[in-house]
């Protein structure tokens, strides 16, 4: 599967916003794992961040856009990436 048509999937699955975290992730070729990694969180806590089951707190959304290499407000709006 291209990346292009990944990112679609996501986006069929559902129209949440924390999705563009997971978009952004597939973008930069990154895994949960690493991204965990280098926020300093677990990748299970990640992945519940990613999907909307909790939200990450400012220190952390601020971590996480740098490695994504997002804006904070591209992470948190609808709109796509």
């Known amino acids: 599967m291209t990346m292009a048509e990944e ?7 559902a129209e949440r916003r924390p999705l563009n975290m997971k978009i952004a992730r597939i ?3 990154l895994t949960q794992r690493e ?3 280098a926020v300093g969180v677990t990748q299970a806590t990640y992945s ?8 990450p707190d ?3 959304l601020v971590k996480i856009s ?3 290499d ?6 948190t709006l609808k709109a796509k990436l």
């Open 70 to 75: 997002v804006s904070v407000n591209r992470l």
């Open 66 to 68: 740098k490695v994504l």
């Open 58 to 60: 400012y220190n952390v």
């Open 35 to 37: 991204v965990a990694d």
């Open 7 to 13: 990112i679609d999937k996501v986006y069929v699955v």
């Open 48 to 55: 519940r961040m990613e999907n909307g089951v909790t939200r």
């Open 27 to 29: 973008k930069r070729g």
